[in-house]
């Protein structure tokens, strides 16, 4: 008997996660079939792709309004493909807004629903329990303080750890990323990460270059990293990187890719990575759009500087839909979240300009004992969350079979 699983994710962290998953249930059946939306990681652990997970990546209300047509024609041609011929087990990765509406139809119809990164409930938008107490059999979280909100409010859940604390060393080989990326030993070296999104290039890279252009007058020697998930990214940085030319500055291509059959050894296996990753490990410090990628660089121990902006536009979209002016807790970096305190700064809005953001990466850059501070701090964040991931939500997804759909 072949089991079959309807996957949806929507980004490339979520396409990361879920191939992770894939591989854990590819160890836990004989036969498994995956059909859905996902990205290259996912296809290239044999999910047949019905849309790729680009048609799914939105930032906002803005956008999202702007791509309504695709995105419904995404979502009516999926809900009729599972509803036709239903799937035993639907797991929706992340993408709330999307999946949280297709896993309510799909449970509704008998199909088990589980759904995989838990929305950001804690700190915006509580009420949205409801819709997730109706619509999914059972929660996959990946911070440990999730999963007592969740069983609190009467839905299934299983904390099983995040995944990249396994793939990511618990001892990051910042010489070996350096060979790698032919990076001078010697180097100061600050990953710029801007996000992956247009908006987020639009918004943030001008700030974050200007702030680089005071580094640089500080130390004309400082070497900048700048990983870009795609091409179309790269266009956008390209063209604001012109406006704002930075000395020794190199853009590194790529998000995941499937390792080359015909290369062997750990070469081929950073060739596999994510660019973000091997940069992040190269690198001394790192200015980055709150997002994944934070968590990313703590895992890699690395001192940072959390910064986020918002169009006015946006901002009161997401007050008036969220009803808040702010999150219920104090910080916004994943990093922050799990250690409940300001261990790296966070320079969001107005407080994001690039003295400030050069200011702040200075000291991430420069102060040694500060930044051995911040990677035991790091540490102590990455062993809370290295668990066997693949395995745990492998049993807790297969395990729907039996339960159904709660």
Request: glycine share 6%.
């Amino acid at each position: 008997m072949t089991l079959r699983l309807g996957m949806v994710a929507g980004e490339p962290s979520g396409d990361l996660l879920a191939a992770r998953i894939i591989h854990g249930i590819q160890g836990h059946v004989d036969q498994s079939r995956f059909e859905g939306i996902g990205g290259p990681a996912m296809r290239a652990q044999g999910l047949d792709a019905w849309h790729d997970m680009r048609t799914l990546t939105v930032f906002g209300y803005v956008d999202a309004f702007k791509r309504l047509p695709s995105l419904l024609n995404t979502y009516f041609d999926v809900k009729k493909r599972w509803l036709g011929r239903k799937p035993d087990v639907f797991v929706g990765i992340d993408a709330p807004d999307f999946n949280l509406r297709l896993e309510l139809q799909l449970k509704q119809a008998g199909v088990p629903t589980v759904h995989f990164v838990g929305p950001s409930i804690w700190a915006w938008r509580y009420e949205r329990i409801h819709k997730i107490r109706a619509a999914v059999s059972h929660m996959l979280v990946l911070f440990p303080f999730e999963e007592e909100i969740y069983r609190k409010e009467g839905v299934p859940v299983t904390y099983v750890g995040h995944p990249l604390a396994q793939v990511i060393p618990m001892q990051p080989d910042q010489a070996a990323a350096r060979r790698y990326l032919g990076v001078d030993d010697q180097a100061k070296v600050l990953a710029v990460m801007p996000g992956s999104r247009s908006s987020e290039i639009k918004l943030l890279a001008p700030r974050f270059l200007q702030a680089v252009q005071l580094l640089t007058r500080r130390d004309p020697a400082l070497q900048v990293l700048v990983p870009m998930v795609n091409s179309e990214r790269r266009l956008e940085f390209e063209s604001l990187l012109r406006q704002y030319p930075v000395p020794n500055c190199r853009i590194i291509d790529g998000g995941y890719r499937a390792p080359d059959a015909h290369s062997e050894g750990r070469s081929s296996a950073r060739a596999a990575r994510p660019a973000a990753w091997n940069v992040m490990e190269a690198a001394d410090a790192v200015l980055v759009a709150s997002g994944t990628a934070t968590l990313e660089a703590a895992l890699f121990k690395r001192p940072m500087v959390i910064s986020y902006v918002l169009s006015p536009m946006m901002r009161r979209m997401m007050e008036w839909k969220s009803g808040q002016a702010r999150p219920y807790v104090p910080w916004v970096g994943l990093p922050n979240v799990l250690a409940r305190d300001f261990v790296v700064p966070e320079l969001l809005q107005d407080d994001a300009a690039p003295q400030a953001l050069a200011e702040a990466s200075w000291k991430a850059l420069m102060d040694a004992p500060y930044g051995s501070r911040v990677a035991e701090r790091f540490t102590q964040i990455h062993e809370s969350l290295n668990r066997d991931t693949p395995a745990l939500a492998a049993r807790a997804i297969v395990e729907q079979l039996q339960h159904g759909t709660g």
